[in-house]
């Protein structure tokens, strides 16, 4: 993507863990770059389609003398996620905080922080076969519609599907959503869990009866293989309950294991 970039913006400020860099305060630069499009404004000269970099200078300046930070790891993230939620049209920022008067007994030039930050799409599952199953999809749509940094861009409509594993159980509904988020893929999950454990799941059987089932199908291109997620989910391309809601509002998403759309994988599955 294209960028925009502001390079040593120049503060004195009291963050450090030391009380004589509280008291005296030293020097600090900070740069971003914004990962974003300025075609359209390099050929319209509109403004408005692009980021004023002023601004953003100017709301920088006012997270870093708001307050004495101790670390200025979470300067950085404070100023990140400014950026991400104040300015649209940016995808991605990249913030370096360098403090060249850093305590150090030592010949340097500065010590710096530097992070990544953007914005992640995911596609969330959702099921439910107990009690008042569309009323338990809505309100787990709403619990995640409430999430700090999170945003739910498309939804499915419901379906009535069979139960896949356990058969002795009744039918459920299902949907997936695709949201707009600033979390990790650890930090998503958590909060995912924390919306079941509030709506009353409970795991007693594999596969069985559940109030609430919320699962990552996927996350931007990511493939995370770890003890307690798995994305692309290990099982989404042989059931149908899945692929269906996720056609509906992804068609044309390509599976970053498989390399093929879901349109496709849907295709092979009702031709199996």
């Not at 970039?5 to 305060?25: A, D, M, P, S, Y």
């Not at 939804?155 to 988020?181: A, H, R, V, W």
Request: aromatic share 8%; charged share 30%.
């Amino acid at each position: 993507m294209d960028k925009i970039i502001i390079e040593n913006l120049e503060f004195i400020g009291t963050h450090g863990v030391f009380q004589e860099e509280k008291f005296l305060g030293q020097k600090f630069l900070v740069s971003v770059e914004m990962m974003t499009s300025t075609r359209e404004a390099g050929k319209t000269g509109n403004l408005e389609k692009s980021t004023h970099y002023g601004m953003v200078a100017d709301d920088i300046e006012k997270i870093f003398l708001s307050q004495s930070f101790d670390l200025i790891e979470t300067c950085a993230e404070e100023i990140a996620h400014m950026i991400l939620l104040n300015y649209p049209l940016v995808k991605e920022v990249k913030v370096k905080i360098k403090k060249p008067w850093a305590p150090i007994r030592k010949h340097f030039d500065f010590v710096a922080v530097e992070i990544t930050r953007k914005w992640h799409k995911a596609y969330i599952s959702l099921g439910s076969n107990m009690g008042n199953k569309k009323e338990n999809l809505l309100k787990a749509i709403e619990n995640i519609k409430n999430l700090k940094d999170t945003f739910v861009i498309k939804e499915s409509t419901i379906l009535e599907t069979e139960p896949y594993g356990y058969k002795d159980q009744d039918m459920f509904l299902n949907g997936c959503i695709e949201i707009k988020t600033l979390f990790t893929p650890q930090e998503l999950l958590k909060e995912l869990l924390e919306i079941e454990i509030l709506m009353g799941r409970k795991r007693i059987i594999k596969w069985g009866p559940r109030i609430i089932d919320l699962d990552i199908i996927l996350f931007d291109d990511e493939v995370i293989n770890e003890e307690n997620l798995v994305v692309p989910h290990p099982y989404m391309c042989d059931r149908i309950f899945v692929l269906e809601p996720l056609f509906e509002i992804a068609p044309y998403i390509i599976h970053p294991v498989k390399r093929l759309s879901i349109m496709e994988l849907k295709n092979l599955l009702e031709n199996k």
